[in-house]
């Protein structure tokens, strides 16, 4: 059974990086074969895909955010992590990691971590 | 972009259909899925591409497709159900996109 689980700091201040990580057990990142996303919801609101990762480093990221955003992985620690530049109180959302299948779907998910963008 | 569009709440009694929608001009040729998400709790996969159905969901889940418009199907709906539902395609370059989700309530 794989699971993930997100990692980080729930409070970042303005203009600054928003950077999480994503520990996956259960299976291996380098074993191929899936992508590895991130999602996150506003408060409330619905879900947005922000990108994701190959074990091989490629990565495909949303369009409306791909000028701040920066997905990374480490296969030996089998994790992979976001980072997204000059946020704003806009940015404040739980942020979910996820497996993501090819075919464009997500099946397993982390719990989620809530990051808040305030001075 | 492309937009997948969901109506905001559904209402239905215990026992009976619950039917979702979701419309987006490209689900003809990109599948949907699925998600229930209840509240403090990450999205589960309930459907996936259109109208197969996980191991361990129940099968009273069930997904259909007809031109731009996909649906999702909860027969027997019991108070369990009551959470927020989610579609999710991709579109042809591989963006993932999600409908903006509607709130499923239980009478």
């Known amino acids: 059974q794989v699971q993930l689980q997100e990692s980080g700091p729930g409070l970042v201040k303005p203009s600054q990086t928003l950077s999480l990580t994503c520990t996956v057990s259960g299976g291996s990142i380098s074993s191929g074969g899936y992508y590895w996303s991130w999602i996150r919801q506003h408060p409330g609101k619905g879900l947005e895909w922000i990108g994701y990762?190959?074990?091989?480093?490629?990565?495909y990221y949303n369009p409306s955010l791909k000028s701040r955003v920066t997905i990374s992985v480490d296969t030996s620690k089998n994790q992979f992590s976001l980072k997204l530049s000059s946020v704003t109180a806009a940015d404040t959302a739980v942020y979910y990691c996820a497996r993501d299948i090819p075919e464009g779907y997500f099946d397993y998910w982390g719990q989620g971590t809530l990051v808040t963008v305030s001075s | 972009s492309y937009e997948l569009t969901q109506p905001p709440s559904v209402s239905v009694s215990p026992g009976q259909t619950a039917r979702i929608t979701c419309s987006g001009d490209?689900?003809?040729?990109?599948?949907a899925y699925w998600y229930q998400q209840k509240p403090g709790q990450a999205p589960v996969l309930v459907i996936y591409k259109d109208s197969e159905r996980p191991s361990g969901i129940p099968e009273r889940f069930s997904g259909s497709s007809s031109g731009t418009t996909v649906t999702l199907t909860i027969s027997g709906v019991q108070a369990e159900d009551e959470a927020d539902y989610y579609c999710q395609s991709a579109d042809s370059s591989g963006t993932r996109v999600f409908g903006g989700g509607t709130k499923l309530t239980v009478l």
């Open positions: 490209a689900l003809p040729k990109q599948y």
């Open positions: 990762i190959y074990y091989s480093g490629s990565t």
